[in-house]
């Protein structure tokens, strides 16, 4: 399986996904750190891939996504965005609607 597969793959299994640095208990740079807060405070179960793990992934990935930075949160699916789009969301509301509907329409079909 190509590096690109197995990230459509990951994408495609996880309702609520996130790439990050670290892990959500030992974040490996702020950004990951205040998205995994924001997350966290939903109250909902999210899968993570730690990019320095994995750096085949943390090179590619950007390339796929159309997107240069992390964390990089993806719902459904559709990547939601980075730190600043995720705490946006969160500071909203929106983000506990987001993730509160993951995995709706999967049920739905």
Sequence with gaps: MSIEDTIKDQISSNTILLYMKGSPDQPQCGFSAQTVRCLTSCGKRFAYVDILANPEIRATLPLIANWPTFP??????????????????????????????????????
Excluded: P, R
Aim: hydrophobic fraction near 40%; aromatic fraction near 6%.
């Design 72 to 109: 990089q949160l993806y719902v459904d699916g559709e990547l939601i965005g980075g730190c600043d789009i995720v705490t946006d969301l969160f500071e909203s509301g929106e983000l506990q609607k987001i993730v509160d509907g993951a995995g709706q329409q999967a049920a739905a079909h």
